[in-house]
């Protein structure tokens, strides 16, 4: 198959995704609205228990979709991820999915709107009726970088630029400006009605992806956690959590759990420098728990406060977060736990096999446990987060 033909079938099948899960009636339709509804009606912020049963999440890092799109090697790693979080689902069941950012390598994406990988990496999910929420990585918005075989003798490969079927040269009109995270997450939220994302207070801009989601009680609205969603940055503005993120995490949960009742678990992207004080060496030993531990932490650049709050705060029970592929494991620190997800996608470095960390929610008494879910179908790592 000629290189333009595997592009143009690929897209087809992108198409077809995109379209075609959206009129599937999804099973927690006693829960949720169906699917069948393409555009996001009245936004909800609550997740629920449901009645004798745990609340259970998967968390999925650095997928990484789009990669080297004109070469046979980048569509099949797209595949592969698709595989691996398709056998996740099936076999965790989970009931909410976070997308721990780099969703997509934007810097690899060669084409004017980068949500249709967006969209391809979020379809296993979609189609299994699920609803779920994403962080933004250092990859998702990056500027697009120019591989320099383009500039050899066998010249820049045709190109998918401006539509999801038109196909240019360099001579003629394609641009390589990327999609902007703005721009990203309101076609996600947009175009899913099982999105809980949300943009965001504009004030933190250029920081978008922070907000709060409640899992609620199965019999009340009384809260059982909450889930905070921040934007740990990289890509097209500097790897930090800014003083003013800190600050809207403080007033926030303040507001909303003035007394440090209700549990509180976080979600970022890039390890904060804390990672690094409690990373083991070499082989992992307890009490920290993973099975991976084959490189170094790589941090934000700077600490602006976040930490600092969080480690003050009771009721802060873990930190998830993904970047590092060759990492896997949890460590307490001070009050709370600081943990790795597992590299799910196929794209992106590193080639140790692939998984999904599982959370496991328990409302009386309250438990946070966790997980590692393999692409084999074993499971490892098994660790009591809170009790």
Not at 73 to 82: A, K, R, Y
Not at 117 to 135: H, N
């Amino acid at each position: 198959m000629s290189l333009s033909r595997l592009i143009l079938s690929l897209l087809f099948q992108l198409m077809l995704g995109v379209l075609g899960f959206e009129g599937l009636v999804d099973q927690h339709r006693g829960r949720w609205r169906s699917s069948a509804v393409a555009l996001r009606m009245s936004p909800e912020n609550q997740l629920r228990m449901k009645p004798g049963a745990p609340f259970k999440i998967a968390l999925f890092a650095d997928l990484h979709f789009g990669e080297n799109a004109w070469t046979n090697w980048g569509p099949q790693q797209d595949v592969n991820s698709i595989r691996v979080m398709s056998f996740v689902l099936d076999q965790e069941n989970p009931d909410f999915i976070v997308y721990l950012g780099d969703v997509i390598t934007a810097n690899n994406v060669p084409i004017g709107n980068a949500s249709q990988y967006w969209d391809q990496a979020i379809s296993p999910t979609r189609a299994r009726g699920i609803p779920w929420a994403s962080v933004f990585g250092n990859h998702d918005d990056a500027q697009f970088v120019w591989p320099t075989e383009w500039f050899s003798a066998s010249g820049i490969p045709p190109l998918n630029c401006s539509s999801a079927t038109s196909f240019c040269r360099a001579d003629e009109d394609c641009g390589f400006t990327g999609t902007t995270r703005v721009e990203l997450i309101q076609h996600e939220i947009g175009s899913n009605t099982l999105s809980l994302s949300e943009n965001g207070p504009r004030n933190l801009w250029p920081s978008v992806s922070n907000y709060v989601l409640q899992i609620s009680s199965s019999d009340s609205e009384s809260p059982v956690a909450f889930l905070y969603f921040i934007d740990s940055g990289g890509g097209s503005y500097p790897e930090v959590i800014s003083n003013g993120q800190a600050e809207w995490f403080r007033s926030t949960s303040q507001e909303i759990n003035p007394d440090s009742r209700v549990p509180e678990i976080v979600f970022w992207h890039i390890p904060s420098k804390a990672y690094g004080a409690v990373a083991p060496w070499f082989i992992i030993h307890k009490p920290c728990v993973g099975s991976i531990n084959k490189e170094k932490v790589a941090p934000q650049e700077a600490e602006m406060g976040m930490m600092k709050i969080l480690e003050e705060r009771p009721s802060v029970k873990a930190i998830f977060v993904g970047h590092n592929h060759g990492l896997d494991w949890c460590c307490p620190h001070k009050s709370l736990w600081l943990c790795f997800a597992r590299h799910t996608g196929y794209g992106g470095y590193g080639n140790w096999p692939r998984g999904a960390r599982m959370l496991e929610i328990t409302q009386q008494p309250f438990s946070l446990k966790s997980w590692i879910r393999m692409e084999d179908g074993s499971v490892h790592s098994e660790v009591v987060l809170s009790s």
